[in-house]
């Protein structure tokens, strides 16, 4: 299709053609709704596509507040451009400033761009070709990563208060699958006041409000139910559910504001059944609740009501037995963190214990549960037929277009094929598991799958007296380097070893024994221990690899033109130049952070009859006994990006194990030779709290291979364009 050349483009700021700021070439209007407008424009400098969203219904405030509005308007887009920084799965947000007019000025955030079909189209699209609405485990499948994206804004103390699916992007992704994205957290604080004041209709005869009435809640309506919060956005989300469960027609139906607002607080609540949609008594009852009319009686957050609505969707059935997978428990809302135990040698995991140590203290850990058991990505996602609209420029918006989240995508870095399952169709959904890991685009600074970690001087290592393999506490300046977000996955392994350069992993652990650790019992344990290696089975392909000797990691990642990481870059990558307790922040963390030992780790040992240790990293199943999918722990991201960091599986780094020096140290890379390799991070099976101090490290042989040591590569930063 061609323009029409005599037809003048629609440009309400009359701004195309010009430069923004000095460096945004303005090239079309990519959408409008009523309080923004979304060009799309060329970043002069990177030469890169970006969306610059003008907020119009700024330009209208009262002289004497505009000033502290646009003060609210840069700290909220501050608070914004920080969620966005936490992960790439967010819209990230570049730049914020004023656009000046002879009328005065209008403010405007600078986002990336990016090409998807907003959920509210694709589902148009569906119901014009007749398609049959989702099932429940689809559509828990497909908002996954919104939901993750709430928790992370919920825990941030943000809530969105305009979830609709307009504000939902469906992205494909280069594996070709899909992911969905979440835009437009409303800076509520800067537009609330603006916005009451005008006190207008629109032609439509609807009030102008800050969020969708279609799917408000009925404190949104009316203040007399109380005040807004994250529980208004369980409510939105619940309304989402079910209207993908119906095959795309709303659950709150009314043709004015005052309709839709009796509809809200309607007795009859929009559950599924109220449609005629047959769920369970313990899923009905979830939605009840999601949709409760009073806030005090829903969930308080995403994660709450998440938790407790998938853990019923995708129970722990036999069908999982095979990945190891627990049933996930209920009623965790608020689950606390063991206290710090300390850890000796005679405590490590057996696969870890060096020659001529004790064994380990009956341990051997696998487990865990989250809020989010990411899910496959929805088959109908990858075909649907929507428009195609920047991610940034949805038309129709309330309010500022930003998004955090878990972003649900499969990361393809070879040509393996699709790896196939017999399982029942619940099971397939949950075993194909895509992961919450960020992506990275292939035309930054690093390659696709892999985050800039800032160079910088830390401390590495501590002179903590609890474990003497981290001492002496001494400083340690690293380049930027580029570090995978997620462990090597067995699907991409799989296709190192599908062009030839990559030698299959082992189907059973192979690592020596304790001194003390008769061959019966080594054998006893490896054998049990076996179940837990990934390799050739295909409900695990995006679980990390493990049951690998060190060698052919190295392989791998040489095969790729990267490196295992050194020590130094592994520790600075968990520490962050905060210098944080634990990779994700200062906060403990919990079961939802980790896969690591937890009760369903000790129900294991007891059920094979191997010793059971009384302490755990945590009285509570996480979900998994042995590895779980990449990236299901969205809440331990590092200061740059990176995921399970902490728990899954330990990871090779490129150093041969040695005892630190005190004497400053730039880039070390460790000794130049040994017969043990250091690892780092602490894997599934890990039992102790000391474990999650970025400074923890240990060794094995590097020609073992442990079900629980695995893998992921770094690189160099490409050079500036």
Same mark, same amino acid.
């Given at each position: ?6 037809? !003048? ?275 009905? $009852? ?78 051997? !850990? ?97 002179? =903590? ?6 001492? !002496? ?116 963390? =919990? ?39 990449? $990236? ?28 630190? $020096? ?60």
């Amino acid at each position: 299709m061609t323009s029409d050349p005599y037809r !003048p483009a629609h440009d309400p700021l009359r701004i195309l053609g010009t430069v923004v700021a000095d460096k945004y070439e303005i090239l079309s209007l990519a959408g409008e709704g009523g309080f923004s407008l979304v060009y799309k424009a060329r970043h002069l400098i990177w030469q890169q596509p970006v969306a610059i969203k003008f907020f119009v219904v700024l330009e209208d405030a009262p002289p004497a507040t505009r000033e502290r509005l646009l003060d609210d308007f840069i700290r909220e887009g501050r608070l914004m451009s920080e969620l966005s920084s936490r992960s790439s799965a967010i819209v990230q947000a570049r730049d914020i400033g004023k656009l000046q007019r002879d009328e005065g000025w209008i403010p405007y955030m600078v986002l990336e761009w990016l090409d998807g079909s907003a959920l509210d189209s694709m589902l148009l699209s569906e119901w014009k070709a007749g398609a049959t609405p989702r099932t429940l485990e689809e559509a828990v499948t497909l908002l996954e990563p919104v939901a993750a994206a709430l928790d992370l804004a919920h825990r941030s103390h943000v809530a969105h208060r305009d979830l609709k699916p307009a504000n939902i992007m469906v992205v494909g992704t280069a594996g070709g699958g899909s992911s969905c994205k979440l835009l437009d957290f409303g800076i509520a604080k800067v537009m609330g006041e603006q916005l009451e004041q005008k006190q207008q209709l629109q032609a439509t005869g609807q009030q102008v409000t800050a969020f969708t009435p279609n799917y408000g809640a009925p404190e949104q309506f009316s203040r007399q139910y109380g005040a807004t919060g994250p529980w208004t956005d369980v409510f939105a989300m619940a309304l989402i559910l079910v209207e993908l469960l119906r095959g795309g027609q709303r659950a709150l139906e009314g043709a004015t504001v005052f309709e839709l607002g009796m509809a809200s607080s309607n007795p009859v609540r929009p559950t599924p059944r109220a449609f005629g949609i047959a769920v369970s008594d313990d899923i009905e $009852g979830v939605f009840a609740k999601a949709l409760a009319i009073p806030p005090g009686e829903r969930y308080e957050t995403m994660g709450e009501f998440w938790l407790d609505l998938s853990s019923r969707v995708f129970p722990g059935e036999a069908a999982w037995a095979r990945r190891g997978a627990v049933a996930p428990q209920r009623g965790q809302h608020a689950p606390s963190m063991r206290s710090l135990q300390p850890l000796s040698v005679q405590a490590m995991p057996r696969s870890l214990q060096p020659e001529g140590a004790p064994p380990a203290s009956a341990a051997n !850990p696998l487990g865990a549960t989250t809020a989010f058991p990411m899910l496959a990505a929805n088959p109908r996602v990858q075909g649907a037929e929507g428009r195609t609209v920047p991610v940034a420029a949805v038309a129709g918006v309330g309010l500022v277009a930003l998004a955090a989240g878990a972003f649900l995508a499969t990361r393809h870095r070879g040509d393996g094929a699709a790896p196939t399952s017999s399982a029942s169709p619940a099971a397939a959904l949950a075993s194909a598991a895509p992961s919450a890991f960020v992506e990275t685009q292939d035309d930054g600074p690093c390659p696709k799958g892999m985050k800039p970690v800032n160079g910088g001087t830390f401390t590495m290592g501590s002179d =903590d007296a609890a474990f003497p393999l981290w001492k !002496p506490a001494h400083k340690v300046s690293i380049d930027t380097f580029c570090l995978d977000v997620h462990e090597v996955t067995v699907a991409e392994y799989r296709a190192c070893v599908t062009k030839g350069t990559c030698k299959p992993a082992d189907e059973r652990p192979n690592y020596p024994k304790g001194e003390t650790e008769s061959d019966a019992e080594h054998e006893k344990f490896q054998s049990a221990a076996a179940e837990f290696c990934n390799w050739g089975v295909p409900s695990r392909e995006n679980h990390p690899i493990n049951c690998i000797d060190w060698y052919r990691a190295d392989a791998y990642c040489t095969s790729m033109g990267w490196k295992l990481p050194t020590e130094a870059q592994w520790e600075f990558a968990a520490r962050g130049s905060d210098a944080r307790k634990f990779p994700w922040g200062d906060d403990a963390g =919990d079961h939802t952070y980790m896969n690591a030992a937890g009760t369903e780790w000790r129900d294991w040992l007891k059920a094979k009859g191997l010793p059971a240790p009384e302490g755990l990293m945590y009285e509570k199943s996480d979900g998994f006994v042995g590895t779980a999918p990449v $990236g299901r722990f969205p809440r331990a991201q590092t200061q740059s990006g990176q995921v399970d960091m902490v728990g899954n599986v330990w990871e090779w780094t490129r150093d041969w194990y040695a005892l630190y $020096g005190s004497e400053p140290q730039t880039n070390p890379k460790g000794p130049g030779a040994g017969a043990r390799k250091a690892i780092r991070g602490g894997g599934f099976n890990g039992e102790f709290s000391l474990w999650l101090n970025p400074a923890a490290r240990y060794h094995q042989l590097a020609t073992a291979s442990a079900h629980v040591i695995g893998f992921r590569c770094a690189a160099d930063v490409r050079p500036a364009r």
